[in-house]
């Protein structure tokens, strides 16, 4: 706002971001958001992306399919502090549930870091 921009897009991956996108919307600024998406009712004018819930059930649902409803899964995101990171291990939690077969082993998060993520699926 303090540029004096004409329009606003940026990802919402939490709701942090929706006091700012508000204030943005009630200051006169058109606010788009994309990519990811808080849970929460805000004044943004659109959403463009994918709902990060159904992602995670979509997910989980494959898993137990390729697992052919037995096994153990370790999930590993990048952080927990992101909203739009939990709705999709909530989902794929919610769907692996539904499957008495499979358990979930571990829980961790790799900071959105490609090498901790390889390292801790060695481990897990």
């Given at each position: 706002m303090a540029q004096g921009y004409d329009a606003i897009a940026t990802v919402a991956g939490d709701s942090g971001w929706l006091t700012f996108i508000n204030r943005?919307?009630?200051?006169?600024?058109?606010?788009?958001?994309?990519?990811?998406?808080?849970?929460?009712?805000?004044?943004?004018?659109?959403?463009?992306?994918?709902?990060?819930?159904?992602?995670?059930?979509?997910a989980g649902a494959?898993?137990?399919?390729?697992?052919?409803?037995?096994?153990?899964?370790?999930?590993?995101?990048?952080l927990f502090s992101v909203e739009a990171h939990e709705l999709r291990r909530k989902g794929f939690e919610d769907a692996i549930a539904k499957e008495p077969g499979i358990t979930i082993v571990g829980r961790v998060e790799n900071k959105d870091k490609a090498d901790t993520a390889y390292t801790q699926a060695r481990i897990s």
């Open positions: 943005a919307v009630d200051a006169g600024i058109p606010v788009a958001t994309f990519n990811s998406e808080a849970n929460a009712v805000n004044k943004r004018l659109f959403f463009v992306g994918a709902d990060s819930y159904q992602q995670g059930l979509t494959q898993m137990a399919r390729v697992l052919g409803g037995k096994g153990k899964v370790a999930i590993i995101t990048g």
